[in-house]
């Protein structure tokens, strides 16, 4: 069974805070692939990568940066923390050319 | 205009009945056509996929997709209170198949 994991369920952070969501696949996947889901906007992605150390954006961008230094681990940062990207984080992954993506169990992040 | 379009719901059938969950996209060039389910409170995970035009089915789902039509749907035979959750459709873009866009969802509740 693929397993994807999220360093944290809930987080609670300030306004201005750095912050670090980290995820972590070990099913040896290519791709990995960060989402906010907020309701009634569905899943959106903000990154994605394919490779180590390579990183691409994705449709919502904007606050946030990743890295992807070893290929199992991919990690999403928010330089300064708002109170708009009070969400709930999933992380997927998913192997080479297949479509199937496997999501980890979500971080739900609040900033005050 | 949404990428992905379902009806948000709330969709409600009574235990043993049919639950028909539709969706409609917008990309022409989108191959790969999933269903996810989500349960409150939890990541989504994967129902079952559809590439080719007509039905698959597996075990009580059934996936539908007419690529003229750009429309995909899922039945839900014998439906479960443990039905109970919402379904995401998402679909692989045209411009990148390992890139997934995802409707915002359709919350079914199966009634006892």
């Known amino acids: 069974d693929v397993k994807v994991t999220q360093s944290s369920r809930y987080l609670v952070k300030r306004t201005g805070e750095k912050v670090f969501l980290e995820c972590v696949q070990d099913m040896d996947h290519e791709n990995m692939f960060w989402y906010r889901q907020d309701p009634g906007l569905g899943l959106r992605l903000i990154y994605f990568s394919y490779d180590v150390k390579m990183k691409e954006k994705g449709d919502i961008p904007e606050g946030y940066s990743v890295s992807r230094e070893k290929k199992e681990r991919f990690s999403l940062i928010l330089e300064s923390a708002s109170t708009n990207q009070t969400s709930m984080y999933l992380c997927?992954?998913?192997?080479?050319?297949?479509?199937?993506?496997?999501f980890g169990p979500g971080t739900r992040l609040l900033v005050l | 205009q949404k990428e992905v379009e379902q009806n948000s719901g709330p969709l409600s059938v009574p235990e043993g009945a049919i639950a028909s969950l539709n969706c409609t996209y917008s990309?022409?060039?989108?191959?790969?056509f999933f269903w996810y389910r989500q349960y409150s409170g939890k990541s989504p995970e994967l129902i079952m996929f559809?590439?080719?035009?007509g039905d698959k089915e597996d075990g009580r789902f059934t996936a539908q997709l007419n690529k003229a039509s750009q429309y995909v749907s899922l039945l839900i035979r014998d439906s479960q209170p443990s039905d109970s959750a919402t379904y995401l459709c998402?679909?692989?873009?045209?411009?990148?198949?390992?890139?997934?866009?995802f409707g915002s969802g359709t919350q079914l509740t199966v009634l006892p």
């Open positions: 998402a679909v692989t873009r045209g411009g990148s198949a390992r890139q997934l866009t």
């Open positions: 997927a992954s998913s192997s080479g050319q297949v479509e199937t993506q496997y």
């Open positions: 990309d022409r060039g989108s191959q790969s």
């Open positions: 559809i590439y080719s035009n």
